[in-house]
Nanobody, 117 residues
């Protein structure tokens, strides 16, 4: 059974940084393109960044240059380094498969990121 467990969120001031991590199990992680998603209050879930099994990355325009997605196929983890955070980045962050390849039905609980002074 697919399990996705996100961690690393918290409260940070504008301009600050956070590093999110997602521990994955129940599927062949090393062969799976992954993504980070976020959902702000009252808004639909949106794709933030993706990474192929070989490490090629893609980003939403809103986070390009500030966020970095990475993966460790030996630990079955996908990470999101977030720098220069703004209040607009406030959301619950989730990991899942890159939606181009079909989302896993089982989402994790996500991790809350709040950017506020």
């Amino acid at each position: 059974q697919v399990q996705l467990v996100e961690s690393g969120g918290g409260l940070v001031q504008p301009g600050g940084s956070l590093r999110l991590s997602c521990a994955a199990s129940g599927f062949i992680f090393s062969l799976t393109p992954m993504g980070w998603y976020r959902q702000a209050p009252g808004k639909e879930r949106e794709l933030v960044a993706t990474i192929t099994r070989d490490g090629s990355t893609n980003y939403a325009d809103s986070v390009k240059g500030r966020f970095t997605i990475s993966r460790d196929n030996t630990k079955n983890t996908v990470n999101l380094q977030m720098n220069n955070l703004t209040p607009e980045d406030t959301a619950v962050y989730y990991c899942n498969r890159d939606r181009k390849f079909g989302l896993f039905v089982n989402w994790g609980r996500g991790t809350q990121v709040t950017v506020s002074s």
